[in-house]
């Protein structure tokens, strides 16, 4: 039973257009979430986060996206650049833990230039 | 300020040997996971620990894995009798009390 789930992929957009990346859990007992974004042969890199409290948190080119009734997150790459082509994990967990998250099997970006 | 650094990066191990990956947390970290990547999969949660303590286990294999974070020294991951679907990524990640992870580049565990 997969709680953290992440749909597609693989995802490819062109340089300067929107990257839109999915996440759906089912654990209601989630209340935290994370981003992390990983290059080949190398560990995961903490992209963005946000709480349970809040339906979006915005850093430069990257915001993430809650939708608590529903049970789904995003996260929006604005504009696009060919380094942000990676794989792209989403990761959830209950705030009395700081590293036992829940990570969903990634979505590879491709961003053509 | 070094990061989480695990060593060796890759591991080669002939079926039925022992494995050792070690993990030294950053500076100041207390808490330490680990956490498996098969391949085309998502990290998998395996074990939580505290200087000399393990808080949570419940993502280990029940027989031939173990780990330890001495009071002194790296957190070690030891699988015993290595079979072939042992094989992954595996990746330590250390924090403070309430803050996000880090984690470490990961050892590349080979069983042939």
């Known amino acids: 039973d997969q709680q953290v789930k992440q749909n597609s992929p693989s995802l490819s957009v062109q340089e300067g257009r929107i990257s839109i990346l999915n996440c759906d859990y089912t654990?209601?007992?989630?209340?935290?979430f994370l981003w992390y974004k990983k290059y080949p042969a190398e560990g995961p890199t903490f992209l963005i986060s946000?709480?349970?409290?809040?339906d979006k948190n915005e850093d430069g080119r990257f915001t993430v996206f809650l939708n608590k009734s529903a049970k789904h997150l995003s996260l929006h790459i604005v504009p696009s650049q060919p380094g942000d082509s990676a794989v792209y994990f989403c990761?959830?967990?209950?705030?009395?833990?700081?590293?036992?998250?829940?990570f969903g099997d990634g979505t590879t970006l491709t961003v053509k230039p | 300020n070094a990061g989480v650094m695990q060593n060796p990066r890759h591991l080669v191990r002939r079926r039925g040997q022992e494995a050792r990956l070690r993990c030294s947390p950053m500076?100041?970290?207390?808490?330490v996971y680990w956490y498996r990547q098969l391949p085309e999969e998502g990290l998998k949660f395996m074990v939580y620990?505290?200087?000399?303590?393990?808080?949570?286990e419940s993502g280990m294999p029940k027989e031939r894995f173990s780990a330890e974070f001495p009071k002194e020294g790296p957190s070690i991951l030891r699988i015993q009798q290595v079979v072939r679907g042992d094989s992954a990524a595996y990746f330590c990640?250390?924090?403070?009390?309430?803050?996000?992870?880090?984690f470490g580049q990961g050892t590349r565990l080979t069983v042939v």
């Open positions: 990640a250390s924090s403070e009390t309430a803050t996000e992870a880090f």
């Open positions: 654990n209601s007992m989630f209340d935290y």
């Open positions: 946000i709480s349970s409290i809040k």
């Open positions: 990761a959830a967990r209950d705030n009395t833990n700081a590293g036992k998250s829940t």
């Open positions: 500076k100041g970290h207390s808490h």
């Open positions: 620990l505290q200087k000399e303590n393990i808080i949570d």
